[in-house]
């Protein structure tokens, strides 16, 4: 990269100021290194700080999702209710950015759009939109792997009269809803959360659907004076019971698999997890329930039911119930309320397999079944997920590779968290990082301390220079796809498979995930430290 102007200098350079970045930064500095942080967000916060959309909220039980590392952050901090809704997590993050002294080392408004190594130096550039640049021996990307909005390419969204903005670009400054005419794209978890919120104050809410999904109860609740005085004396429990469990929740598989119990038996488990708060229906079912289409379907059956029981226009349930996918093979959203907001007579839900979107109007939504006039229209349509964050960065490693065209085909790491061809550069909550497919912060903790760790390492070893090496990455990708082949999320459309159809290469359907677990994940990482940094190469 030539360059004129002035340029920063570092020791690490870390992009992103969410929960990742955050926690990147604390340790670093504990290190003693110089850090800068660079923030593309007027503040911190990341995810929660985009997402600002009515019914935003933890889909993550609250006290197993603030961070671990400080008892007594763990102990100052309350959390109001069991699924804190966004505004307050919003406070949190900014609690722990104010009590760690961490704005110093960010700049705000800051998206980096350059980043390139320089071998000579040993050393990385990174550029911003507005020209700033900054140099570090180490860069560590926190980009979040939903933090690129994907807005559907339908005709005439530019002419659209009202109000219209995808939900991580909720309007901050009050959006008067009562007695318009509101109108949803998408049914996802962002929607399942957003949809039931605006029924209640919209004068008529319209649903465009596309795909339903399997969506399960989330049972939110205050939490009392009694349950916040053993969450507070619990911590340690929690978070052990996190980090033994496959996803980093407090919930984990049952041992059993589900054809070696009774029918009988099956059903009053399943009534029992429709019937508690959280992720257990999807995490904490039985073994072989994602593996095992049979089992699939007799879970798939029971949600069927239910939403046939919620909704009391049969015709609309049915359009509510997943044909082309079983249970938990796609991310689950978490509902309160929704499939009785369907009940509601200022509701309306438009199936789009029967009826296309034809375009956007002045006016409204134009479907081959009619013109839906609107005043306010929400794109729900979901992100380009995992690698999106690092595509709209021009990363260029050794040789000026460029990151973009090496992942053409699908993400290339070692463990992922560091790429052959770009050396000093880590991806935390990258692809094929079990962060990624996990309750982020308690797996992120764990990327963000094995680098701490790893730059120590380096630098008490004079060591200037790391990078994966190309075999040892080709066996990391291909033990995230081999671990991944039996499981049924791998054989449907979603964001894990990078199925994105607002995406210009619509084809690629490539597992971004890491599927084989986050202990399993740990042990590989911490393997690889504990013999030198096996895998990677150390210069
Ligand atoms: P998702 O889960 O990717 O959902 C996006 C939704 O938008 C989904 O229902 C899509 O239908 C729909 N969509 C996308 N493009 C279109 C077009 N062009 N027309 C109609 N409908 C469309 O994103 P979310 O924001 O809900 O959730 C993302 C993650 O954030 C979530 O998993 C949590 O982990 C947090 P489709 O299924 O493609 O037919």
């Known amino acids: 990269m ?20 955050l926690y990147q930064l604390y340790r670093l500095r504990e290190l003693g290194l110089r850090v800068r942080v660079f923030e593309a967000g007027s503040d911190v916060g990341g995810t929660w700080y985009w997402n600002r959309y009515p019914g935003a909220r933890f889909d993550s039980e609250s006290y197993s999702y603030g961070f671990s590392f400080s008892g007594e952050l763990l102990q100052e901090w309350e959390w109001s209710e069991h699924f804190s809704p966004q505004p307050e997590t919003l406070r949190y993050v900014n609690f722990v950015a104010d009590k760690f002294d961490l704005r110093r080392d960010i700049r705000f408004g800051t998206r980096i759009v350059r980043a390139s190594w320089d071998e000579a130096a040993l050393a990385w550039e990174v550029e911003a939109e507005d020209g700033h640049c900054a140099r570090a021996r180490w860069l560590i990307t926190a980009v979040g792997p939903l933090s690129v909005p994907q807005l559907p390419g339908i005709e005439g969204m530019a002419d659209f009269r009202g109000p219209s903005f995808h939900t991580s670009d909720w309007p901050r400054e009050p959006l008067e809803l009562a007695g318009r005419r509101v109108g949803v794209i998408g049914t996802g978890a962002t929607a399942v959360q957003l949809i039931p919120v605006v029924a209640e104050t919209a004068g008529h809410l319209t649903v465009f659907q596309r795909s339903p999904n399997w969506c399960a109860p989330l ?40 054809m070696e119990v009774s029918a009988e038996e099956r059903e009053a488990f399943y009534e029992k997890l429709y019937g508690e708060p959280g992720f257990g229906i999807w995490m904490g079912n039985f073994r072989d329930t994602f593996v095992d289409e049979a089992a699939n379907r007799t879970i798939s059956d029971f949600m069927a039911r239910k939403i046939r029981e919620r909704v009391r226009d049969p015709e609309t349930a049915e359009k509510l119930v997943p044909k082309d996918h079983g249970f938990g093979t796609r991310r689950v959203p978490m509902e309160t309320g929704y499939y009785e907001t369907y009940n509601r007579d200022n509701v309306r839900l438009v199936d789009l397999n029967e009826a296309p979107i034809e375009r956007i109007t002045p006016d409204g939504v134009l479907t081959s079944g009619g013109e839906h006039p609107l005043d306010i229209l929400v794109y729900a349509t979901g992100f380009d997920a995992v690698t999106g964050g690092f595509d709209r960065i021009d990363i260029r490693g050794r040789h000026g590779q460029s990151l973009k065209e090496k992942w053409a085909d699908g993400p290339k790491t070692l463990l992922g968290i560091q790429i052959s061809g770009f050396p000093n550069m880590f991806t935390l909550v990258g692809p094929h990082n079990a962060s990624s497919f996990c309750n982020i912060p308690r797996c992120s903790e764990q990327n963000v301390e094995w680098v701490a760790d790893c730059i120590r390492h380096m630098r008490e070893r004079g060591v200037n220079r790391m990078e994966a090496s190309e075999a040892a990455e080709a066996e990391w990708t291909e033990h995230v796809h081999e671990s991944a082949s039996r499981m049924l999320y791998t054989k449907v459309d979603s964001w894990f498979m990078g199925v994105n159809p607002n995406r210009a290469d619509k084809s690629r359907r490539i597992f971004l995930l890491y599927g084989a677990g986050a202990p399993l994940y740990r042990e590989k990482c911490e393997a690889s430290a504990a013999n030198g940094y096996e895998g990677f190469e150390l210069a």
């Not at 609740?221 to 033994?244: E, L």
């Open 2 to 21: 030539s360059r004129t102007t002035h340029c920063e200098e570092h020791d690490a350079i870390v992009i992103g100021a969410g929960i990742s970045g």
């Open 219 to 258: 049972h939110n609740a205050p939490i009392d004076a009694g349950t916040q005085a053993r969450i507070k004396a619990g911590y340690d429990a929690i978070f052990a019971r996190c980090r033994a469990s496959h996803g980093g929740f407090i919930h984990d598989a049952d041992r059993r698999k589900a």
